[in-house]
């Protein structure tokens, strides 16, 4: 009886040691996965930023500071970001959402367009222009600089906040835009200081890989 309660307690602690490595590995897996495509993100940021320090070269663009956003990313993550060009660094980053369009049924992916009323998000390189104050409140102007996203002035694209946008990273399903690249309304404030203060206009990139 005795030996049979030491077999017993002996399995079950072989029992508890099996599922706390086990545990313990899968934690490690995702945690390195995570990594892994944070490692990912990091660079494709790097390699677009690059590409605008190259269009804006001995142009009248704000050569220092540049906006990113990688659609790639889930919309409840931080995927709009302030960018130094000449530090190559992230200095702020929000949530940005897409055009509800964009969105395909039964699949975990966006689509893009540059017609009028898909009410899609377009990618490529904008040009930040002039403020004004309309529907959403203060919004600046965009002009599109690539054959991806040349009618965005025709279809009303703009820059502005929404206050269904939260400011920090959430799991939770939020709200979309009818295409416009909007932002949470603390987050737009810290955004239309560096276009405020900018001499030349910025340049806003969206991508999606």
Not at 26 to 45: A, D, G, I
Not at 88 to 99: A, E, F, R, S, Y
Not at 145 to 154: A, F, M, P, Q, W
Not at 167 to 176: P, S
Request: proline share 2%; charged share 25%; net charge positive.
């Amino acid at each position: 009886m005795i030996l049979f309660f030491k077999q017993k307690n002996m399995n079950f602690k072989l029992f508890i040691s099996v599922i706390f490595l086990f545990l313990f590995s899968y934690s490690f897996f995702w945690q390195e996965r995570m990594t892994l495509s944070e490692v990912k993100y990091e660079k494709r940021l790097k390699e677009k930023a690059k590409h605008v320090s190259d269009f804006i070269k001995n142009k009248k663009y704000n050569q220092k500071i540049a906006f990113l956003i990688d659609f790639s990313k889930p919309i409840g993550k931080f995927r709009f970001f302030i960018y130094n060009l000449e530090t190559n660094k992230v200095l702020d980053k929000g949530i940005v959402i897409h055009g509800q369009g964009s969105e395909v049924e039964g699949k975990n992916e966006l689509q893009f367009s540059n017609i009028e009323n898909s009410l899609q998000s377009s990618l490529g390189k904008c040009e930040i222009g002039k403020s004004y104050y309309g529907q959403f409140g203060k919004a600046y102007k965009l002009k599109g600089l690539d054959k991806t996203n040349s009618n965005v002035e025709k279809r009303y694209i703009v820059l502005h906040s929404f206050s269904c946008i939260p400011d920090q990273e959430t799991d939770k399903k939020i709200c979309l835009s009818w295409g416009c690249p909007t932002l949470s309304i603390a987050f737009f404030n810290k955004v239309a200081t560096y276009i405020d203060n900018s001499k030349y206009p910025i340049i806003l990139y969206s991508f999606y890989e």
